[in-house]
């Protein structure tokens, strides 16, 4: 009897390990997941001018990518996400082989070959702090065989070949608080300019042998005033520099052995300046641009004696650099917002009055101001030139723009998410009205008449995507309705511009976008930020008529004391409900739990003094807020003095008596670190919104445990001071990590663990009675994820089915804090091979699923690990019993399957966050993973028990139910001959 | 200059180090192949002392106190990230997965520093401090394990490279994936087999047993047997398949 048993426990173990890793077939890629690549706001973008192929631009963007794009299409070629701590400064091409990047203050020159993207050479230099580093592309050959590229940063110049970058000749000059502000190149000899300021008002002149890179001459000038360091070339060979009060410029010659200057005072030029005046990089010949808040002001130099306004342009507007089209020509381009459409108008130095071409281009409202332009030329059929140009906007999106036209457009601004949130979709009306269909009718008929086409294959190519577009459109998955399952919903996500972009789970399509002026820069160029986005109003689902709507909160400025601005928006159509100025800062936000009468959602937000906010200012709000004020708590944390602070809320504001929306906060408790020996890490708290579905768990020996479920459970991790920087630094002696677990409410410690030899970074997830962390163990030197499961030891005698029946359990009574419940608490920590960027846990309707892992790992890809691999009572051997529960043996590290990550063969480029949503479907839950990269796919942590697969075979039903009644039929006749037979006999 | 300094001290190191033998061998090596790349390197890297080790070994340099004040320590990590040729093309052909090295980002603990590697798989880190530091390579389709390098601060010269996940010690820093990653599952190929095996193909096999079987087994029944439950099914009000057919259809 034995061995069969064994056999069947064999392979119910082996069906539960199959379940750990539910992966997708190849062929199934794109089904039920999409994938957007962005690169970010481009800060920098050289044309590579090639005669024949493709033609690309490669840029340079502020979320740190270097990429390659198709300048028909606007596709990336290839693109390479360089860490945020090693920022790229600055950009260029060089023999139009390579792409050259300066990064990490100058001190590391990459090189990147152009039609592949391949790293080629990179080569690092020792070089002195510097605000901004310089690359200088010798332009003549004649010096040295292989074109050298110049590196200056600080008092550091260096001559790097750009074949394989060696090291050509490097220089420090001597001189203290030397920064050098610009190389020149003479285009006569072989000799190089070096402008550099030291201190703030002394000008050096150093003239260098571009092939040793020895000084030939050098010549100090002081000047009068102080300068403030920006400073642009003119022309050849005049500098001009802003003063140090930003309101005179000097216009600074050098004449073979002696500098000449001239002081002019901007004021005397433009009239009406205000605001911060810059020196724009306009590189031409004998032209400037400077800008003011309201205006942009073209200059013309004539030599150091003086400048000549020629044109100013209202705000905003931008001007290109200067673009070589003749020997002698250069072009630049001017954008100029008017009313609804920019005025695109080029210029060319030699002629600055005239404009060589002046397009009204329309584009979308919903993209802001322009912020940059780059020009570039090509040359048409008629052997005239062409001009198109690349636009930035304040939304962060892209444009190529070219004949009055915009060729292509990117959305950006999706590459800087700041915060998720999703909406459902409205729901199918039963019957469609008579307008609806008559209004469609001939859009129908059209419709049907391209698929007729289509089946008859008479259709042409365009016809053939027509119906392509049709059946997307029409196919399940992308329709603008709620579902059965809960698949289709909005993304709605709010980015670093402070636009607010909804997208369709579908395909991942935009279905509407909408730039909150709320959080556009004003003026006076304040920035202000965004920082949340929250469901506003969600409808029940009886009352259709309204839509639901979103909130977003942001500050108007980067400093956390600025006031905040509130904005809600309609989910469906993207419009602006109402915006609000706070006269008060954001420093937390607090969703709440209750709803007023209108179904919108309270939340509280906490300013800098501790006063809590109670938003939406309603009575109704305020009458359901104030029975629930003495059950409201709150903690907030404060990282710099260590301390973890729990809040409640008293009635009325101190300030302002009349204000009833206001609250003032006591302080109930306060946990005080020690800051010589810990620093708080993280501190993490259950999902608001997360359902669990039992209370107890029933383990193998027939045994009951009760969770510990407190929503005001708390995990704070915190590390010695020598381990909070990175790896490497700290030795395992001198650092530890203990982790704490605090009821937000009373501010009771309930338990505390301490890890000796481990640092962060340590990464936190909370759900259900679990916590699971993530951190470096020094002494392994591995990654090391630890579990803590919180087990009810009050409620560990109620197991007895005759107390439960004649109520001598305290089920029923009221869950509150203030019972010091008994805790008990299982632990256990195992390896994690990857380093860990973020990591969550699936969420599903019901919470009867079981859960996963999500972890973002250092490869920018998403790993789900059940949780059953992080369960604390496995155990080397397990029972018998342990083992039909499902309890895997002991390993001490993780195990990497890599059919088990979420996002298969992509990888979402400098991954920041995931974000987990159920859907209605209990098996299913939707991932949403981004950074510079977006993925969305569905997941079903144990496959889908409530739904049929996708590859559930429809024919092979079909085929059994025709033979069954065909079987049927047969003997049906076969038994009535065979009655009959009977009967004659 | 201070590069014959270097060579000194790290030739002391051999009688300071003689119990490891792995140390030994390292720190003579490097000598070696200092003084005869000397020419070479210097005039490449002025004052910035860069050891190869056959362009393998992850190396030391010396200190670049002289322009760095607020950095003093600072050694060069150099190393090669080697995938096969022949497990590259075949996952290639395999899966479609982007088995060029374009990709491959060398990751220093935890993403302080990121570099990428050349297409020779070559990658340097250049700066870093002396202690125990973790080095991880991201490349699609490839399971590496991260690396911990020892860069001891009182011998310099003397540095220790060892798998975490096997905890086996390399003697030159030279990365090889453990295994190839397959993101896919496998489909497998349409079979009779499959079909049958499945809870339609099980049922259908069922009938046709019946169908076909089941007369034939009722066949070796003995015919009085057959008689006796005809009775007993007569008398017994439960109605026969046939004959509820027929009623159904009249």
Redesign the interface.
């Given at each position: 009897m034995a061995p069969p048993r064994h056999l069947l426990l064999i392979l119910l173990a082996a069906a539960s390990l199959a379940t750990l890793a539910a992966?997708?077939?190849?062929?199934q890629?794109g089904l039920a997941d999409w994938h957007q690549k962005y690169i970010g706001k481009v800060k920098q973008a050289v044309y590579h001018s090639q005669k024949s192929g493709r033609r690309r631009v490669v840029v340079l963007t502020e979320e740190n990518v270097i990429a390659s794009l198709d300048l028909r299409s606007g596709d990336i070629f290839?693109r390479?996400v360089?860490?945020k701590?090693?920022p790229v400064d600055q950009l260029g091409l060089s023999l139009a082989k390579y792409a050259v990047t300066l990064s990490m203050g100058g001190s590391t020159l990459?090189a990147w070959n152009l039609p592949?993207?391949?790293?080629?050479?990179?080569t690092?230099l020792?070089?002195?702090k510097s605000s901004k580093p310089l690359l200088h592309f010798l332009s003549n050959s004649k010096v040295a065989k292989d074109n050298l590229v110049l590196v200056s940063a600080g008092q550091?110049i260096y001559a790097v070949s750009s074949i394989d970058g060696?090291?050509a000749w490097?220089k420090?000059f001597s001189l203290d608080g030397l920064e050098i502000k610009q190389v020149l190149q003479s285009p006569e000899n072989d000799i190089l300019y070096v402008v550099g300021i030291a201190g703030s008002s002394k000008l050096n002149l150093y003239q260098l042998n571009a092939k040793t890179g020895e000084v030939v001459k050098h010549i100090q000038e002081s000047f009068p005033g102080a300068l403030c360091g920006e400073t642009i070339l003119g022309s050849h060979n005049v500098l001009v520099a802003l003063d140090e009060t930003r309101s005179g410029l000097f216009l600074i010659e050098f004449k073979g052995e002696s500098i000449n200057y001239n002081k002019v005072h901007i004021s005397d030029l433009v009239q009406d300046l205000s605001g911060r005046v810059k020196l724009l990089p306009l590189m031409s010949n004998g032209i400037i641009a400077l800008q003011a808040s309201s205006t942009v002001s073209l200059l013309k130099l004539k030599g150091i004696d003086g400048l000549e306004v020629i044109q100013s342009f209202e705000q905003p507007a931008a001007v290109s650099n200067a673009l070589t089209i003749t020997e002698k020509d250069e072009g630049f381009a001017v954008v100029r917002h008017m009313g609804s459409e920019i005025e695109f108008i080029v210029k060319f130095t030699s002629d600055v009055s005239n404009e060589v071409i002046r397009e009204k281009i329309n584009i979308d409202q919903h993209r802001g101001n322009i912020q940059k332009v780059f020009l570039n030329n090509y040359i048409r059929t008629d052997k005239s030139h062409g001009f198109r140009a690349l636009l930035v906007l304040e939304d962060h999106s892209l444009l190529l723009v070219q004949q009055g036209n915009v060729v292509w457009s990117r959305e950006d601004g999706l590459a800087s998410i700041i915060d998720v949130t999703t909406s459902e979709l409205p729901v199918e009306k039963d019957g469609v009205s008579v307008a609806n269909v008559e209004h469609n009718l001939f859009e129908w008929l059209k419709g049907h008449m391209l698929k007729l086409k289509g089946t008859l294959m008479l259709a042409s190519a365009d016809e053939l995507a027509a119906i392509q577009a049709l059946r997307l459109k029409n196919s399940e998955k992308n329709k603008m309705t709620r579902d059965h399952n809960g698949f289709r919903k909005l993304l709605i996500l709010l980015t670093k511009a402070g636009k607010v972009i909804a997208l369709h789970t579908g395909d991942g399509r935009i279905i509407w976008s909408n730039l909150l002026p709320s959080l556009r820069a004003s003026k006076s160029g304040e920035m202000p930020s965004a920082l949340r986005i929250y469901q506003w109003q969600v409808p029940h689902h009886r009352v259709m008529r309204e839509n639901p709507s979103i909130l977003v909160v942001g500050r108007s400025g980067t400093d956390s004391a600025a006031p905040g601005v509130l904005s809600v928006l309609d989910s469906y159509s993207g419009e602006e409900l109402n915006s609000l100025k706070f006269d008060h800062s954001v420093v937390q936000i607090i969703p709440l739990m209750l709803k007023d009468s209108s179904e919108q959602r309270l939340h509280l937000i906490v300013d800098s003094h501790y006063r809590a906010h109670l938003y939406p200012r309603s009575p109704d709000a305020i009458n359901v807020f104030l029975h629930e004020i003495p059950n409201t708590y709150f903690y907030t944390v404060d990282i710099e003095k260590n301390v973890i602070r729990g809040h409640s809320l008293q009635k009325s504001c101190d300030l302002s008596s009349d204000d009833e929306y206001c609250f003032s906060t006591k302080e109930l408790w306060s946990i005080v670190f020690p800051s010589d020996a810990e620093r708080i890490a993280i501190t993490e708290t259950r999902k608001m919104n997360e359902v669990v579905h039992t209370q107890a768990k029933i383990i193998a020996d027939q045994d009951v445990m009760y969770k510990y479920l407190s929503k005001n459970l708390v995990f704070v991790a915190t590390v010695s001071p020598k381990a909070a920087s990175?790896?490497?630094?700290a030795?395992p002696e001198e650092a530890w990590l203990v982790a704490y677990l605090i009821d937000a409410v009373t501010g009771r410690i309930l338990h505390r663990v301490t890890h000796h030899g481990a640092q962060g970074?340590v990464h936190a997830v909370v759900s259900e009675n679990w916590v699971v962390y993530l951190y470096?163990n020094?002494r392994?030197?591995?990654f090391e994820m630890a579990v803590i499961e919180i087990y009810d030891q009050s409620r560990a005698d109620n197991k007895d089915v005759l107390k439960l029946i004649l109520g001598k359990h305290n089920l029923s009574a009221p869950i509150t804090s203030y019972i010091r419940s008994e805790v008990m608490v299982k632990s256990q920590s195992y390896f994690f091979?990857?380093?860990v960027?973020t990591m969550t846990v699936t969420q599903t309707a019901k919470g009867i699923t079981s859960k996963q892992l999500l972890i973002g790992?250092?490869?920018?890809q998403v790993l789900a690990l059940d949780k059953r691999f992080v369960d604390p009572r496995r155990s080397v051997n397990p029972t018998q019993q342990e083992k039909e529960e499902g309890i895997i043996p002991l390993t001490d590290?993780l195990p990497?399957i890599?059919?088990s990550?979420v996002t298969?063969?992509l990888?979402v480029e400098a991954l920041r966050g995931i974000v987990a949503i159920p859907s209605k479907l209990e098996s299913t839950t939707l991932v949403f993973t981004y950074g510079v990269d977006l993925f969305y796919t569905r997941l079903a942590p144990s496959r889908t028990y409530d739904s049929l697969t996708d590859e559930f075979?429809y024919a092979?039903?079909l085929?059994?139910i025709v033979?069954?009644v065909a079987?049927i039929i047969?003997?049906?006749i076969w038994?009535?001959k065979?009655?009959l037979n009977d009967k004659w006999r | 200059m201070r590069i014959p300094n270097q060579i000194d001290q790290s030739v002391g190191d051999i009688s300071r180090l003689a119990s490891s033998t792995w140390a030994i061998a390292t720190s003579t090596a490097a000598a070696t192949t200092t003084t005869t790349s000397t020419e070479t390197m210097a005039a490449r890297l002025p004052r910035h002392l860069l050891v190869f080790f056959t362009f393998v070994l992850g190396c030391v340099g010396a200190a670049a106190a002289a322009y760095q004040p607020g950095s003093a320590e600072g050694y060069t990590i150099a190393g090669r990230i080697k995938i096969d040729a022949a497990s590259a093309s075949a996952s290639a052909k395999g899966f479609g997965l982007p088995s060029k090295t374009s990709n491959t980002r060398v990751i220093l603990n935890g993403g302080q520093r990121v570099t990428f590697a050349r297409p020779d798989g070559y990658f340097a880190f250049h700066n870093v401090p002396a202690g125990t530091h973790l080095i991880e390579v991201s490349s699609m389709g490839y399971l590496f394990s991260p690396v911990r390098v020892d860069i001891s601060a009182r011998n310099p010269g003397h540095i220790q490279a060892a798998l975490t996940e096997t905890r086996r010690v390399l003697n030159e820093l030279v990365l090889e994936p453990l295994r190839e990653e397959q993101y896919y599952e496998i489909r497998e190929p349409f079979s009779i087999m499959s079909l049958l095996k499945s809870p339609m193909g099980l049922m259908l096999g069922f009938m046709v047993i019946m169908v076909f079987v089941m007369p034939k087994m009722m066949e070796n029944i003995d015919p009085e047997e057959i008689k006796q439950a005809q009775e007993q099914m007569r008398n017994s009000p439960v109605p026969s398949f046939s004959g509820l057919l027929a009623r159904a259809n009249s």
């Open positions: 992966a997708v077939y190849e062929d890629v290839w390479h360089i860490e701590n090693d990459r592949d993207g391949q790293m080629i050479w990179e690092n020792q070089v002195s550091w060696v090291i490097g420090e990175e790896i490497g630094s030795a970074p470096f020094l392994a030197h591995r091979t990857h380093s960027k790992t250092i490869g920018d590290s990497i890599p059919m990550y298969h063969s990888q075979s092979l039903l085929i059994t033979a069954l079987a047969f003997t049906w038994s009535e065979k009655e | -």
